[in-house]
């Protein structure tokens, strides 16, 4: 089979698409992923044990906060990511698998930052470090998938600032691979990520530095990794065919 045979085998629709192989994929990224965010969430615990200053932020002193945003900002997030990590899925898997490795390694990159930086809540007072919680069991409770998105435990127990962005620079991220899909793609993966912004800002959940962070982190880790992956193993790169 020659490389446009194959190339034309692979793109959505088609007849011979490789469903198997895409669900395979999808479930090997959902694990990788969740492990990486399960070490992630190690540190920033910790962390969140610890007393934190309060910082003082120019922007946030002049943009509203909308609680109703705030209770579901978790959830818009979650419609984005996963809507346009599902897409990039179904349009090239290469593509998928260097953004799952590059999203696991960013990820890790976050645990290890946020202890670091040790900033307090945005909008109120440091409640983890007043009244200390039980670190193992937390933990668990924060991984397990049912009680981490319908019993708002994240809310309960992650109060402290993280240091960056995660909200950014997982949409952000999306978007830096949908460029290789084409122009409309992109403008969509674009809005999707303006949007998560928008919601980061106006539900005060972090600070501007952890917009700014997060962009230059994200952008900073594509741009160095995604072109070795490339190099050290030439299947994962889309110009093979």
């Not at 895409?22 to 990224?29: K, S």
């Not at 307090?120 to 007072?125: L, Q």
């Not at 993966?189 to 912004?197: A, E, H």
């Not at 972090?206 to 997060?214: E, F, K, L, M």
Request: charged residues 15%; glycine residues 4%.
């Amino acid at each position: 089979m020659n490389s446009a045979s194959l190339e034309n085998r692979l793109r959505p629709g088609c007849h011979a698409y490789p469903w198997r192989i895409f669900f395979f994929y999808l479930a090997a990224a959902i694990l990788f992923r969740y492990l990486c965010h399960s070490l992630m969430l190690i540190p920033v615990l910790i962390n969140e044990l610890r007393p934190a200053p309060h910082l003082p932020d120019l922007l946030l002193s002049v943009v509203p906060r909308l609680s109703w945003l705030a209770r579901w900002n978790y959830y818009f997030w979650i419609a984005c990511y996963f809507s346009g990590a599902l897409y990039l899925l179904y349009r090239d898997r290469r593509l998928f698998i260097r953004f799952v490795i590059i999203d696991g390694m960013i990820s890790l990159c976050r645990g290890l930052m946020i202890p670091l930086t040790g900033l307090g809540p945005t909008h109120r007072p440091d409640i983890n470090a007043q009244q200390p919680f039980d670190l193992w069991p937390t933990w668990w409770r924060l991984v397990n998938p049912y009680q981490a998105l319908v019993g708002d435990t994240a809310g309960i127990y992650l109060t402290k600032d993280m240091f960056f962005s995660g909200h950014i620079a997982t949409t952000f991220l999306l978007y830096l691979f949908s460029r290789r899909l084409g122009k409309t793609e992109s403008r969509i993966f674009l809005f999707l990520q303006v949007f998560c912004l928008l919601v980061v800002f106006f539900s005060h959940l972090h600070y501007s530095i952890d917009v700014i962070g997060a962009y230059a982190i994200t952008f900073t880790i594509f741009t160095l990794v995604d072109r070795w992956l490339c190099r050290k193993f030439p299947r994962l790169d889309c110009r093979t065919f």
